[in-house]
């Protein structure tokens, strides 16, 4: 019998997801909406890459068109009204089909999801769980495979879900969402002291770009040869310019490209993303993160991030979202002082790409 192709489906897509494609198993990938930091010109060649409507990527799972698709994780609310539909046509498919397509998805959402969508619908937490436990289930239980990227992540589906992940349950694995060394990695020269802090994301209230800015003369005031680059863009993007046309030794790129964002990862000492709590969103690993230790870069992260655990035992620093700004200050400094060869940093790595081990282990044909 032939094999079917496999294909992805994400409802927003950014220019990682079309690096990713380079080394992952071949397949289409559909795409409802490019992010911020979208390029197209990252896609690899030969490989199908389109923007489509969610009535479309249904079809597909109804048709039977594909052996596997990847969807979001029934985890994210946002794409919970989505993924009930999906999960509804593989079902129908089933009935339908000899080979119907199987659904697979990377989970790493950490956040605690009841309490998110009480807080957004105003309705009893209680009623949020159990209207969650029925929802998140019926998609959980359509799945074939999952692959947790966090123990965090883990941990929430079976505090929701509980007797509910046993009952006729996908296949699952743990696989931390953790990059290998980058090729380039130990080309940079790092003679002399540790001096360069880095801060790459969005430039809004989530990802503590103003505890940063808030805590950098502290910085300066114990480390004076220290630099500041931040490069990112979006709603604070006034503020932070206006901030730095006074604040000693930093700069800022606004909506940097790829290859301006990369050499500054390079060349950084530490990168620092203090992702904060909101109600609707918890950082789930933090793409600055998993680059950052790419290059061998000393990481200030709080404790929101899905591997911070994984971060303080491997010797990189974590603090809690609304620590005082001389803690933030300390921690940046401590780093810098302390700054290991980066050598030290990508020995802690895997020899396989997290997220590459987990597209591998997703779309892998059942024995």
Not at 215 to 238: F, H, M, T, Y
Request: hydrophobic share 40%; proline share 7%; charged share 20%.
């Amino acid at each position: 019998m032939t094999q079917k192709p496999t294909a992805r489906y994400y409802r927003g897509a950014r220019t990682t997801h079309l690096e990713r494609l380079h080394d992952s198993a071949p397949g289409d990938f559909f795409y409802q909406k490019p992010m911020y930091d979208f390029d197209m010109t990252r896609a690899p060649a030969g490989v199908r890459v389109e923007q489509t409507s969610f009535v479309h990527i249904a079809a597909l799972v109804l048709k039977g068109t594909y052996s596997r698709l990847e969807i979001v994780e029934p985890y994210a609310p946002s794409a919970l009204p989505q993924n009930l539909v999906l999960s509804a046509a593989a079902r129908i498919g089933r009935v339908f089909h000899r080979q119907p397509t199987q659904l697979v998805t990377y989970a790493i959402e950490n956040a605690d999801l009841p309490r998110k969508v009480a807080a957004s619908t105003h309705l009893p937490v209680v009623v949020t769980r159990a209207l969650l436990r029925l929802t998140v289930g019926f998609c959980y239980r359509s799945l074939t495979r999952v692959v947790f990227g966090t123990a965090d992540a883990e941990t929430n589906y079976e505090a929701l879900l509980g007797a509910r992940m046993k009952r006729r349950p996908p296949e699952t694995t743990l696989i931390w969402g953790l990059p290998t060394a980058h090729p380039s990695a130990l080309t940079v020269d790092s003679d002399g002291p540790a001096s360069k802090v880095l801060f790459v994301g969005a430039l809004d209230e989530r990802k503590g770009i103003r505890q940063l800015m808030d805590s950098w003369s502290d910085v300066l005031a114990a480390s004076p040869d220290a630099e500041l680059q931040i490069l990112g863009k979006g709603s604070l993007e006034a503020e932070v310019l206006e901030w730095a046309q006074t604040a000693p030794r930093t700069t800022v790129v606004i909506d940097p490209t790829r290859d301006i964002i990369f050499e500054a990862q390079r060349h950084a000492d530490v990168a620092v993303l203090l992702s904060q709590p909101f109600t609707n969103w918890k950082e789930q690993i933090g793409l600055p993160i998993v680059e950052g230790l790419s290059v061998g870069t000393e990481i200030v992260a709080s404790s929101e991030t899905g591997i911070a655990g994984w971060l303080e035992q491997h010797g990189h620093r974590v603090l809690a979202p609304h620590t005082p700004r001389s803690a933030l200050a300390a921690a940046v400094v401590d780093a810098l002082q302390s700054r290991r060869p980066r050598s030290a940093v990508l020995d802690d790595l895997p020899q396989v790409d997290g997220r590459l081990a987990a597209d591998r282990w997703l779309f892998v044909p059942s024995i």
